[in-house]
């Protein structure tokens, strides 16, 4: 049985990126617009996402720029049934938004831990209920979440993150469950070591980064555009069978139990 390369195309398909002024949502947004779909850049930081549009239409494909919170319940809600009443549909909804306090436990304060798990955790839930609701009406669709290697493993200074991260899975679950009689399909991608603006602080430490090169099997970190290809092959039909899944980019990481104590 042959493999048809149009179940990786996405064609006449609306992609909703949340996140998509940089890092891993950027290199998202590109790669789903290379494959055909239509991209809403959706981003806190509006000047960002409106470059990578540009920089989508100028390849020839098809953008829009939204600007937005996914911790502003009414914006999220907003922002959804706009898109929606404009295009008739949201097939592929990726969320990657999130922040990390890197302190052990102990020195935690409330609003620190409140200000990761509202981004994370309370942000990837409204964006993904809004969407999963149009998706449902709609009887299809794909979402992908954003987990890490930190959802199975940790380290000192990563507990707050590590919880989010592992809380997204068991999200991503339940809502695989809750929504796959409705044609709706729930994923998480897991990235490892990811050159992103939010490892920014880590890629100026030679010393650290070079330590988490060495704990992957690949020897190295990977680059935000690694991290297209498997996004683009959640949201195709080259998935259609996957749904509660956590799809692991990581270098081999976890199956090698890289291990680091950065100072924290």
């Known amino acids: ?13 609306l992609a909703f990126v949340a996140g998509a002024a940089s890092g891993i949502g ?24 409106a470059q990578v549009a540009g920089e989508i239409r100028d390849a020839k494909g098809q953008a829009e720029t939204c600007p937005l919170d996914i911790t502003d319940e009414a914006a999220v809600e907003a922002v959804v ?5 404009r295009h008739g549909h949201i097939d592929v909804l990726l969320s990657t938004p999130a922040v990390n306090i890197r302190k052990p436990l102990l020195n935690y ?11 994370n ?33 940790t380290e000192p200074g990563q507990g707050v993150y ?59 970190w990977a680059s935000a555009e690694e991290m297209a290809g498997p996004i683009v092959f959640l949201a195709s039909q080259a998935s259609s069978y996957m749904t509660g899944a956590v799809l692991f980019v990581d270098g081999g990481w976890t199956a090698i139990d890289g291990r680091f104590e950065p100072p924290v």
């Open 109 to 119: 304060t409330p609003a620190e831990f409140d200000r990761v798990v509202r981004l």
């Open 26 to 49: 950027r290199a998202a947004a590109v790669g789903l617009a290379r494959f055909g779909a239509t991209v809403i850049c959706a981003d806190l930081d509006a000047r960002g996402a």
């Open 81 to 85: 049934k706009d898109v929606q009443a």
């Open 162 to 220: 590590a919880a989010t991260k592992a809380g997204i899975v068991q999200m991503a679950r339940t809502l695989a469950a809750e929504l796959g009689p409705a044609g709706v399909r729930v994923n998480c991608i897991a990235p490892g070591v990811v050159e992103t603006p939010l490892t920014e602080p880590i890629k100026n430490r030679p010393e650290w980064y070079d330590a988490y090169a060495k704990r992957n099997a690949l020897r190295r």
């Open 121 to 153: 955790l309370m942000g990837t839930f409204l964006i993904t209920r809004a969407v999963a609701r149009s998706m449902s009406q709609q009887r299809g669709g794909s979402i992908i979440l954003t987990s890490s290697i930190r959802s199975v493993t």
């Open 1 to 13: 049985m042959s493999i048809d390369e149009s179940l990786f195309r996405l064609d006449h398909r």
